[in-house]
């Protein structure tokens, strides 16, 4: 298994303003993975997340509004930049390891 | 891309009784078909999974089955118990590409 650590776990932000999600996993990975989950919904892939390179980002998001880093092979950040609350979700990081899908306990994010 | 889709989208069954959910999926290079529960507040567990080279596959209540020709698989879950209540998710995943494509969920109820 994969252990994957996100933080805040949770935030209550004002509109307009930015947050940025940590993501850790305890050993190097190639790809990283960011998700939203908004309320009642299933599962959308925001972005992929390579290090040394630029997020490759899903239909629907983009850098400007969902800024990814990727400094290092076990460490990821995303910004939901210029929130509203429209923004009001759950935000969950993602690994493969050996072909099974591992998920961060996920940020749960209130846009007043 | 990739597109899943999940029926039922809610289900209640009586304790004891039998629970099938099924999903069907467009990209014919997807290999890889996992299902995932999500209690509430919770992040998605991995329960089960499928490849393309198998048919069925069973794990104690719980069995998968795949057809690859028409795109379909299910998740069967006999004697149901009150504890597994929750969302489940299907997925399909591409190759090498290791991006999950998630069904819209369905929400089990299990009536004791």
């Known amino acids: 298994s994969a252990v994957i650590s996100q933080k805040p776990s949770r935030d209550i932000c004002q509109r307009g303003t930015s947050l940025t999600i940590q993501c850790q996993v305890d050993?190097?990975?190639?790809?990283m993975f960011w998700y939203r989950q908004q309320p009642g919904q299933s599962l959308t892939l925001i972005a992929t997340a390579n290090q040394g390179s630029e997020a490759t980002y899903e239909s629907g998001f983009v850098i400007d509004k969902f800024p990814i880093s990727r400094p290092n092979l076990t460490f990821s950040t995303l910004t939901v930049s210029n929130m509203s609350p429209e923004d009001s979700s759950i935000y969950l990081c993602?690994?493969?390891?050996?072909?099974?899908?591992?998920f961060g306990p996920g940020t749960r994010l209130t846009v007043l | 891309g990739e597109n899943v889709e999940q029926h039922p989208s809610t289900l209640s069954v009586q304790e004891g009784d039998s629970a099938v959910i099924k999903c069907t999926y467009s990209d014919s290079a997807s290999n890889y078909f996992p299902w995932y529960k999500q209690e509430l507040g919770k992040r998605p567990q991995l329960i089960i999974d499928i490849r393309s080279n198998v048919g069925e596959k069973k794990d104690q209540r719980i069995a998968v089955t795949l057809n690859k020709t028409a795109k379909h698989f299910s998740l069967h879950i006999t004697e149901t118990q009150p504890e597994d209540s929750a969302v489940y998710f299907c997925a399909a995943v591409s190759g090498g590409y290791q991006k999950v494509t998630f069904g819209t969920g369905t929400k089990l109820q299990v009536i004791p």
């Open positions: 050993s190097q990975v190639t790809m």
């Open positions: 993602s690994v493969n390891r050996h072909n099974e899908q591992f």
